[in-house]
Each structure stands twice: as structure tokens, then as C-alpha cells.
């Protein structure tokens, strides 16, 4: 399966009727990952058709109210939905406490395991890792300590050539497991079939990148490097370059510019400022710059491939 | 004028597609307050056209998520529509803490001044005066230190008989205002005008009652005795009345017997339970006791006569 982002929110600053706070919601290799909760999030999750109890892992990139206030809200709404099953919540220092707090002082706590991962380092770094999938951060510039997540599929197993193993009788369905491994085949009469005779190549791995608030940053394009995908926060145009800098956010040019550097093979802009009547100004500024530009939009779903 | 209020959002627990959590804005003479601030209450504000500026004055009556979670988000937005003028807040102790921690963390520290004024007591006390209004909390009995908040306008001037006073040439405009506050004229010739020969009574003070989350609590009566309209939170149907007891909530019948006793004017129910799919059923269950009963609901504005 492809990866699959759902984009839940992707305006700046205060909610507004048609305007949601930033939240994605990304679905890889049978992980579903929420990525920032502003305002609202539990809302477009429902309005979405999101069930709750898939959430597991909650990524959130800094600790402004446009990306984390609705987590309070969704955290307390998984215990009155019974939620049992543990939430890891991957964040900056600080939120753990201003989570605690709040739960303290409403006396009420969750019954279920809420494991808070602390992020301080301004390194990138590997904060979640199974045999599937690596999440690291990108260290971000921007007005406080703030991290873009790069979401990675790792190599999967190769893919059996069927019709190549059904010419050997004696190969069966229980070493399949080791061909799809890698390993070669060796027949009774001693014979070596190379494994890449009977296998192909795995999919190759997808990888995205979300890049929230930050100014002009090349520094990260190492770490994004040729990414299928790339979020690129985008808050105002050209014409609001010093604004952009001023606040330490970027202008859908510099995203642009950022994407194309770092050879990626598609941009998605978001978190427009409020200011902008036309959202496809972006579009069309980012375009002149790298081609590939996607605009997000509350409920749109992109499929990553 | 007459009391107005408008609801922003009338149901319990978790926010939903199209059920908002509690908060309403109550107009009375000339003072704006926000009562209970659920998460996304800024957008409902947005919704229904009222001005951010107006609210100076924010009444929160405890500290669970659906009371109160859209408070932090407001403070900021206040922030980034620079505000300047102070805004007051009137919550449980702890608030404070909670809402300067997230402030503090997200280095966001608003530009006007935010004053709390914490509560911790458990007996009614006026926690708002000017010359024309009052506010009292209304201790209530929940799971968490709880208040509901009675708003009383004062008794206003005397009103002028312009038709009695054209009857004495002699008494000018600058006499009003002393007619106004009641007092007496004496014409050149020594004879006194008693003043309510020349004013009529000032209108009856008008006085609202907000009761949110409460267990059946009939130490209020006292408190709320004859107001012109109560809103009492009716979270469950008699049907559930032992789950009401025990997460100390109350029952349609419930808030329409306290009603009753309370010999209030006109009710007002919300805080409707999520389990129920026909709202009307509250209004029918309290309507056998208390026949004055309307329900709320989002966008709805009620006029206190």
C-alpha cells in the first residue's frame, strides 16, 4: 500500500469556520500516525471518518497553540471512550507538564498508558523505529525549539517470482519465507539458484517529510533529500518575504526552493496566513519555482506512491 | 434592553461535528461575558458574528475540558488580533497556573493585561460589581470545585413623566438627573413636587442564573430564588438518573424541580449527554414539572424580559 496522508488542518494561526489549525493524519505500512493537533483536531478526525482508536503515536512539532491545542482535548476524549490500548506523544519538552496539569487539576486521569517522548536535541534523530517504518526528526528554525518529522518506510522483504519457483517442483510454500529474505535455494542435486533468479526487487521505500514552521532553512535538505513527498509550511507569499523572516516562517517561494533543492519528488504547501483571500496565489508562486506544488486543504487525502 | 443570550454550545463530554461543548454570551447592560469557554468556542464566536473586542469579562465554573478548553486558544487570538485592552478571567484556582504554563512554553505572552481572579470559596460571593451589574457565584456540587454564576443588574434610575414635568415650566433639563435618582422638587413658591408625582419606578432589575455541571443541588434555591431565567445543566434523562448521581450530574426532572422550587421565571437546559439521539425528550421530561422549559442550542439567542 501506498502511504496515505490525510490533511485535517493547514491554516495558521486562530480557527475559523472554514479554517482549521495544523493536523495531519498519515497512514504507513499499517501505522497511523497523527502529526500536530491544533484547535479543533478531534472534530476534523470525526468530520473525516478517522476512527480514534487507530491513533497510537501522536507527533507534534512545537509548542505554539495553532499545532498542539487540541491535543488536551483528544487525549481526554480517548478516556471517555474507553481507550485502554497506550498513546505515545512525541514532542518538546514541556508539553508533558502542561498535560499533566491540566489533568490534575480537571482530576482527571487517563486510564490508559500516556507515554510522553521528550524531544530537546537539535540533532536529527531517530524518535520511533519497528521493522517497518523510522520516524526521525528535522530540526527546525523557527521561533521556539520546533522539529519537522521525516516519516521512512524501511526495505521490505523481495517479492516471490512465481512463475520462475514453480519450475523447480521440490521448492515449498515453507521456504518461501527464506527466499523473500534473500537467501539463495539449494537443490537436491546440489545446484545453486541465485535468489535474485526467484525473487524481484522490494518496493522501493516511500518516505515523507512534514515540515512545519520554520523560516528559510536549507540546512534540512540533507535530511529530505529526495523524499516521495514534502510538507512545507508556506505562510505567506513573496510580497510578505520580511514579515516571513521577521516571524520565522517561509513564504511559498522559499518552499519552492526548498523542495527543489532537495529533489523531492512532490511538494504540498500549507499553514496560509489568514491575510490571503486566494489560496491558489501559492500555488502559482511555488509553481515557478518547482512544478511539482500540491496546495493542502482540510479533508483532502493525498496518496503517496 | 433587555437580558440576551446567545449559546455558543449546550452539550457534555467531547466536541462533535455539530455539538459544541458549553459556553454562552450573555449581554446585560451593556457588559458582554463570556461564560464557559469549551474547546472551539472562538470558532462559534466567529460563527455568530460577536465581536471579539466585547469580552472583557470571562466566567469559567471548573476546570473539566468542556468548560474550558477553548480558553487558551481565545487568550492567543486576543494576542494576535493585538489586543490591548485587560481582560478579566474568574475561574477556579489552577486555571492560572495552566493558562501561564502554556504561555510561557510557547514564549506567546499576551500583549494586554490578563487578569485572574481565582475563586476558592465554597459559599456564594460577589465577585463582580460595578453600578449597574452584579455577579455572584453559585456553588454547586460536582465532581470538581464548581461554580454556576448569577448575574443581577442593578435597580437603574427612576424614569422621567415628561408629560407631568411639562406641567412646571420652572423645572429645567439640568434637574433630571436629581429626579432621576428620586429625589423630591420644590417649586420658587415653596411647594414641594413629591417625585413620584414626576417619575414612574425604574424597570424591575433582571437577573440570569447559570448552573453548569451539578449533581441535584437544592442548596441553591436560596441563591437563585425567582430569577427571571435559569439555565440548568441537564446532562441525562431520568432514565439514567443513578449514573447522574454518580458522576454528579442531573436529570431533565431534576433541573425542572430545582426550577420549580426556585420559582424562576423561565429554564433553560443543556449540556445534553451524546447517548441521547431526540434532544426534545429533555424538554418533555421537564415540562412535566416545569412547563416554562426551553432547550438550548447552538446559535440560539434567548431574550430575558
Known amino acids: 500500500m501506498s502511504l496515505k496522508l490525510t490533511i ?52 507534534i512539532s512545537h509548542l505554539h497553540g495553532d499545532h498542539m491545542y487540541g491535543l488536551i482535548g483528544l487525549i481526554s ?87 520462475e519457483i514453480s519450475n523447480f517442483k521440490e521448492i515449498d510454500v515453507c521456504d518461501y519465507q527464506n527466499l523473500k529474505n534473500g537467501r539463495d535455494y539449494k537443490l537436491q542435486n546440489g545446484t545453486i539458484l541465485k535468489n535474485e533468479m526467484l525473487t524481484f526487487e522490494p518496493s522501493k521505500p516511500k518516505s515523507y517529510a512534514f515540515c512545519s514552521d520554520s523560516s528559510y532553512f536549507p540546512e534540512i535538505i540533507p535530511v529530505i533529500k529526495n523524499v516521495n513527498c514534502l510538507y512545507h509550511e508556506s505562510t505567506f507569499l513573496s510580497d510578505r518575504e520580511e514579515l516571513a523572516s521577521k516571524t520565522k516562517h517561509s513564504t511559498a517561494a522559499q518552499a519552492a526552493s526548498i523542495a527543489k533543492q532537495a529533489e523531492v519528488k512532490q ?19 511555488a509553481q515557478e519555482i518547482y512544478k511539482n506544488t500540491l496546495l493542502a486543504e482540510a479533508g483532502k487525502v493525498f496518496e503517496i506512491n
Chains 1, 2 share one sequence.
Open 8 to 59: 485535517l488542518g493547514c491554516h495558521s494561526a486562530t480557527p475559523r469556520v472554514n479554517a482549521h489549525p495544523t493536523s495531519q493524519f498519515l497512514e504507513i505500512k499499517n501505522h497511523n500516525f497523527l502529526i500536530d493537533c491544533g484547535e479543533g483536531t478531534q472534530v476534523q478526525l470525526r468530520k473525516y471518518g478517522i476512527k480514534f482508536s487507530k491513533i497510537k503515536h501522536i507527533f
Open 77 to 163: 476524549t480517548f478516556t471517555l471512550l474507553n481507550r485502554e490500548t497506550e498513546l505515545h506523544i512525541y514532542a518538546p519538552k514541556g508539553l508533558k507538564e502542561i498535560i499533566t496539569l491540566q489533568l490534575k487539576l480537571s482530576n482527571s486521569w487517563t486510564h490508559y498508558p500516556l507515554l510522553f517522548h521528550e524531544l530537546t536535541s537539535k540533532k536529527s534523530e531517530v524518535i520511533f523505529e519497528d521493522e517497518k517504518v523510522e520516524v526521525h526528526t528535522i530540526p527546525l528554525n523557527h521561533r521556539v525549539y520546533t522539529n519537522g518529522f521525516l516519516f521512512k518506510e524501511k526495505l521490505g522483504e523481495r517479492k516471490l517470482n512465481i512463475d
Open 267 to 285: 511538494l504540498i504547501i500549507g499553514h496560509f496566513s489568514s491575510r490571503y483571500k486566494n489560496i491558489d496565489d501559492f500555488k502559482t508562486e
